[in-house]
């Protein structure tokens, strides 16, 4: 089996269907804003997402991310920057208002996505691409977020129920467990910054379309939390 190609094109499937899976739920946080208003927002998601796709697509394909001489690890730029957009949206009213519509299961249940981002990483180990402790065999314990994200949305909010210290407990689990492997994947790199010897080298996250991974499925992961975060220490009104 080419599992290579397998996953490339998985993580382009697998990018597309959070998007959309994420632009449904704004739909629903902005059911009650005024028609002008929800229609701008959903079209400024789309552009917004349409440049940063084209950006981080240019600089996979011309090689510019696959540059490892550079420090930072230029892949890593990948998710800082989104890092600094996220610092603008929290600090905006209007995504308080959005977080008040949206069920706070729908921030936990989402994180599933990450149990077939762990088994394309398996699938590259299989294929020789990603070092072993890039996944769950190694030092990569992520999976665990999307295996508990059902159980922990039904424990925590199922019938009523509003379990906001469980909730807050998972979510800084899984951010614990995000940083874990980032710094593992930078670690991995072929750069100076470089821990782990063993080959392959973590390049893969350098290449089109894998780069989607840290440009676009590691930010949904941290802007999840962070945003179930913010709607579970949120004063009621």
């Given amino acids: 089996m080419n599992y290579h190609l397998f996953v490339q094109i998985s993580f382009v499937v697998l990018s597309a269907t959070c998007l959309i899976v994420i632009y449904r739920g704004l739909k629903v946080g902005l059911r009650n804003f005024e028609e002008t208003k929800r229609k701008s927002i959903l079209r400024n998601y789309w552009i917004g997402l349409g440049v940063w796709i084209a950006v981080v697509s240019i600089a996979s394909l011309t090689g510019f991310s696959a540059n490892f001489d550079t420090l930072p690890p230029r892949p890593a730029i990948f998710v800082v920057i989104p890092v600094i957009a ?5 600090r905006s009213k209007t995504t308080s208002h959005i977080l008040k519509a949206i069920p706070p299961q729908h921030l936990i249940n989402i994180h599933l996505f990450r149990i077939p981002v762990e088994l394309l990483l398996w699938m590259l180990l299989l294929a020789e691409i990603t070092p072993i402790q890039m996944t769950f065999e190694g030092r ?59 080959e392959p080298a973590n390049t893969e996250v350098a290449m089109f379309p894998v780069i989607f991974l840290p440009a676009i499925l590691v930010p949904i992961a941290y802007y999840f939390h962070i945003f179930s975060l913010k709607q579970l220490l949120m004063k009621p009104e």
Avoid: E
């Fill in 86 to 90: 996220l610092v603008f949206i929290l």
């Fill in 140 to 198: 990569n314990f992520d999976i665990l977020i999307g295996l508990t994200a059902p159980l922990i949305a039904y424990l925590a909010f199922a019938n009523g129920k509003f379990n906001k210290k469980l909730a807050i407990g998972w979510n800084i689990f899984g951010l614990a467990l995000l940083v874990n492997i980032l710094v593992i994947a930078v670690l991995s790199m072929p750069t100076p910054l470089r821990v782990f010897m063993n």
